[in-house]
Each structure stands twice: as structure tokens, then as C-alpha cells.
């Protein structure tokens, strides 16, 4: 089933996984069944599985699981193909392989820069891979949004611009990068909807759980800390455990504050955590699509 269509009949609730990257993959399918079953008691729309650097394998982790969560969940799943990673050759196989498996949405990304640069020019950006995947299947293709602007982009006004571009080259629907003020995202849903962006937008959010996180979130560009969350840092940062659960309470606050304001959609990021997905599970359930 199309995601997209879903968002016609309620607030949508994901999920994003991260495929097994380990020597024995069935040791990680173990671990990631533990998240898939926390995640599946809140009978979530899609589940959206990651797409690493790293070589075959790792793509192939993309597909079983995707498969998996479909075939042993009965949950729709949502593959993510990046741009800079993939040519034009290698998006066509990878389409084939998700059709037959039945996945039928794709999350089209320009993606990171691999460190030796691009594998193919074959797409420039996002808007590229998403018209070409129109052109060889049918499926449902979704794209990312920067609440507060691509790291790359001047301004947000330019950024609302190329996002344009990325909806009308077919993109049905949005999922935003992770961000830890709500207002900022009201803000740009608002000036999305002025630019002539009518697709829904899903609020990306990511609860932190330790302090590595929090020196990975000071590095990336334009990601407004709240002083609230910036106190939560600096009261449990010399305390693991209350942290995470500080940075789980926090994100869950963010969650219930996003559904009372009508947002289409919420994606939890939820870096392959049984934990993350179980307590927020616990806390929401009872709120989502009352």
C-alpha cells in the first residue's frame, strides 16, 4: 500500500530502523525484532528502513528487512535510496528487487557525500532520483525537509525553494530532519504551505540518550537548541542513565505537543533502541488518533 494515502484518515505515526550492519546479520535481526515488537503494539503506518554506505551487504539489509517488517509484521515499509551513493544502474536493480518484494515506497534522498565523493553524477539532486523513479515504477515516493534549513542551503527561503522542486518532480510527502523546538517547526510548515507545498509534512523526532549524541547534534549546522533542552543537558550530562531517560521524556513532550497542534504526521527516529520504542509507545498510545 501507497503511505501516502494514509494520511487522509488520521495523524501518521512512524518509525525509522536501521538495517543490520554486523558479521552475523541474524544476531541483529534478533535485536531489531525486539524494536519491531515495541513499535508494532502502537500499530504504526510505515516503518522506514535506512540505507548505508558500505557496499552490497549493507544494501541487501535494506531490502530483507524491509521485507521482513512487511512479511512478519504486516506493517508497511519504506526503503530509503540515496543519491550520491547510487547510479542510475544500481537504482534500477535495487527498484526491481523492492517491487518484487512488494515495498512500494521509497524515501529518495540526495544523501550524505561519501568521503571519495560521489559515486555517479548519474543524479545531482533529490528532485533528479525521484523523477527517474517515476519513470520506472510505480511507486510512492517520498522526500526530506529541513525544518531549519539544509546545512548546504543560504537561507530557508532558498531551501523552501528546491523543495519545490523535489514536489513537483513527484514527491507525495514529506519527512522532516530532527529538530528539538517545535515553534521552528510550526514556523516552516507554515512558510512551506505560503511557498504552494501542500504534501504532508511528518515532524522527524529524535530523542537523545547520551552525551555523544548531544557533541554529534553541536556539530550539525542550524539545529536550534531550546533552553530547556540545553538545561536537561547540563543537569544529567554526568549521569548515563538519566539522561536517557530525560532525553526519551523530552522527545515523548515534544510528541504529545505535535499532535495536539494537528501536525500530518510524526517519524521517531529511534536508532534501533527497543527502549526509545517501547516507552514511547507506553506514553502515546492512548493519544494517537484519539
Request: aromatic content about 8%.
Amino acid at each position: 500500500m501507497k503511505v501516502n494515502r494514509l494520511f487522509d484518515q488520521h495523524q501518521v505515526i512512524s518509525f525509522e530502523l536501521f538495517p543490520p550492519r554486523r558479521k552475523t546479520p541474524d544476531e541483529d535481526f534478533d535485536r531489531i525484532a525486539g524494536t519491531m515488537d515495541a513499535i508494532s503494539a502502537l500499530g504504526p503506518d510505515f516503518v522506514s528502513v535506512t540505507f548505508g554506505a558500505g557496499g552490497s551487504r549493507r544494501q541487501n539489509g535494506t531490502l530483507e528487512l524491509a521485507s521482513l517488517i512487511k512479511k512478519r509484521y504486516g506493517i508497511e515499509s519504506v526503503a530509503h535510496l540515496p543519491a550520491a551513493q547510487l547510479d542510475a544502474q544500481a537504482v534500477d536493480t535495487l527498484l526491481g528487487e523492492f517491487k518484487a518484494a512488494g515495498v512500494e515506497n521509497i524515501l529518495a534522498l540526495r544523501g550524505d557525500i561519501p568521503k571519495n565523493g560521489r559515486l555517479s553524477d548519474d543524479f545531482p539532486h533529490a528532485s533528479d532520483l525521484i523523477r527517474h523513479i517515476h519513470a520506472v515504477g510505480d511507486f510512492n515516493v517520498i522526500g526530506a525537509c529541513y525544518p531549519e534549513c539544509h546545512p548546504e542551503s543560504p537561507d530557508l527561503a532558498t531551501d523552501i525553494h528546491f523543495l519545490k522542486q523535489k514536489v513537483d518532480a513527484g514527491c507525495s510527502q514529506l519527512i522532516s530532519q530532527l529538530f528539538f523546538d517545535n515553534e521552528c517547526f510550526y514556523e516552516f510548515v507554515a512558510q512551506c504551505r505560503e511557498a504552494g507545498i501542500t504534501v504532508p509534512i511528518e515532524a522527524g523526532i529524535m530523542p537523545v540518550l547520551n552525551q555523544h549524541q548531544i557533541e554529534r547534534m553541536a556539530t550539525m549546522s542550524g539545529v536550534t537548541l531550546p533552553k530547556k533542552f540545553t538545561s536537561m543537558m547540563a543537569r544529567y550530562a554526568d549521569n548515563p542513565v538519566a539522561m536517557r531517560d530525560a532525553g526519551i521524556a523530552y522527545a515523548i513532550d515534544q510528541i504529545v505537543d505535535l499532535l495536539v497542534h494537528g501536525v500530518d504526521g510524526i517519524h521517531i527516529y529511534t536508532m534501533d533502541n527497543p527502549t526509545v520504542a517501547s516507552r514511547i509507545v507506553q506514553a502515546t498510545k492512548t493519544l494517537v488518533r484519539a
